[in-house]
């Protein structure tokens, strides 16, 4: 275990063992469809949709969009902005956005607001792991991996200043870190 973890919440085989199960669940239930259009949110959930995309049967385009929050007080009325946006037009087609975590889900509600507009076809949301005792609890997550407790996790594509993206488990950073 690195250093700067204070414990590991999931480890590496929990990980992916859920991504298997999720990327089934995803393959039944989008069984009928021509297409699904994959909207992976950068940097965090690069991992996570790696793991996932390798596991569908079902045809499918991946695509990126990065999002960045303002500060604290712009994040309260839930300000996002967008940095880098689809490059495919998402018209008439069955989004499944992949997310790497839900805090506040505050970021998640702003991209689903915009995909609303440019009339998708459907809309559902796979996120890898969802802070428990939040009032994200009241979004409605298609897909889920693991509620987790309120703290600050890094690996599997999350990051503390870009450093530990890379760790190969869900770890809970030492408050040392950051304080
Ligand atoms: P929300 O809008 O749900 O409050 O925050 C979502 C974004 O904040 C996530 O996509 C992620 O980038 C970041 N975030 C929230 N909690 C954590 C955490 O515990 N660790 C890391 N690395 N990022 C987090």
């Known amino acids: 275990m690195h250093k700067d973890i204070e414990k590991i919440l999931v480890d590496e085989?929990?990980?992916l063992e859920r991504t298997k199960e999720l990327a089934n669940q995803i393959n039944s239930d989008y069984a009928h469809v021509d297409n699904i259009m994959i909207v992976s949110i950068l940097k965090g959930a690069f991992m996570f949709t790696s793991d996932l995309v390798k596991r569908l049967n079902v045809p499918h385009i991946v695509d990126f969009m990065a999002l960045s929050t303002y500060g604290a007080e712009s994040k309260a009325s839930g300000e996002v902005r967008v940095i880098m946006d689809l490059r495919h037009p998402v018209q008439n087609q069955h989004v499944l956005i992949v997310e790497d975590i839900l805090d506040t889900g505050l970021t998640l509600q702003f991209l689903?607001?915009?995909?609303?507009t440019r009339n998708v076809a459907s809309l559902k949301k796979c996120v890898l792991a969802q802070k428990e005792g939040k009032e994200n609890n009241l979004i409605n997550i298609d897909y889920l991996g693991f509620t987790i407790p309120d703290v600050w996790v890094v690996g599997c594509g999350l990051d503390y200043?870009?450093?530990h993206r890379t760790l190969p488990y869900i770890?809970?950073?030492k408050p040392s870190v950051y304080l």
Request: proline share 0%.
């Open 13 to 15: 085989q929990s990980v």
């Open 171 to 173: 770890g809970e950073l």
């Open 112 to 116: 689903e607001r915009i995909l609303q």
């Open 161 to 163: 200043a870009d450093k």
